[in-house]
Nanobody, 130 residues
């Protein structure tokens, strides 16, 4: 059973940084793409970033490009989301998610980012406010 546990959320001022972590229950990082999604109050969930299990290629939504970095440590079974230059509109609950990725197909990974993944964590809240 795939279990994902997020951590690292909190309150940060605009312009600040946070690093979120997603710990996986098993060695799924070799076969599953991992994504980060967020949901702001009153808004629909949106994909933020995902990383391929095949070649580690990252994919980002346009609004976070150049500010957020997704990375993974296969040995520790952890995926990170480094968030810099945070803005109030980055506020929301951040979820880690996973889905099978055996090809690294960019179109498929982009679709995962757009439409969601199969397995989900419970989320960690991020608030960007002064």
């Amino acid at each position: 059973q795939v279990q994902l546990v997020e951590s690292g959320g909190g309150l940060v001022e605009p312009g600040g940084s946070l690093t979120l972590s997603c710990a996986a229950s098993q060695s799924i990082l070799r076969y599953y793409a991992i994504g980060w999604f967020r949901q702001a109050p009153g808004k629909e969930r949106e994909g933020v970033a995902c990383i391929s299990s095949v070649d580690g290629s990252p994919y980002y939504t346009e609004s976070v490009k150049g500010r957020f970095t997704i990375s993974k440590d296969n040995g520790k079974k952890i995926v990170y989301l480094q968030m810099n230059s945070l803005k109030p509109e980055d506020t929301g609950v951040y979820y880690c998610a996973a889905d099978v990725d055996t090809t690294g197909n960019p179109s498929l990974l982009q679709a995962m980012l757009n439409y969601g993944m199969k397995y989900w964590g419970k989320g960690t809240p991020v608030t960007v406010s002064s």
